[in-house]
């Protein structure tokens, strides 16, 4: 895991970045990409996975969502689940 809530994996040689919330994923994509121009090429039907093209490597992602406070990203996975635990 590199951030509470978030997992990094590779699907079908892609990266693919699942996140549990929605505001949550906002958030992560707005940095992925206004910050680091890491556009995902397609999400998952349900919004919760950023499908990344086969030029994405999993370390740009990481090193990515590392720059993020974990504070920052547990405050906003408290809005929509204040009686969670995290993870």
């Known amino acids: 895991m590199v951030l509470p809530h978030v997992a990094v994996d ?3 040689s892609r990266v ?5 919330d929605y505001e949550l994923f906002d958030y992560i994509q707005d ?4 910050t680091h121009d890491l556009e995902p090429e397609f ?21 990515a969502l590392q720059e993020l406070p ?4 547990e405050r906003i996975w408290r809005l929509n689940n ?3 635990e995290a993870t």
């Not at 693919?16 to 549990?20: K, L, P």
């Not at 940095?31 to 206004?34: K, M, N, R, S």
């Open 43 to 63: 999400y998952s039907r349900s919004l919760d996975e950023m499908h990344f093209p086969l030029s994405v490597h999993r370390e740009q992602i990481v090193r």
């Open 82 to 84: 204040p009686s969670s």
């Open 10 to 12: 590779k699907i079908n």
């Open 31 to 34: 940095h992925l990409v206004e």
């Open 70 to 73: 974990c504070d920052e990203v």
């Open 16 to 20: 693919v970045v699942r996140v549990r």
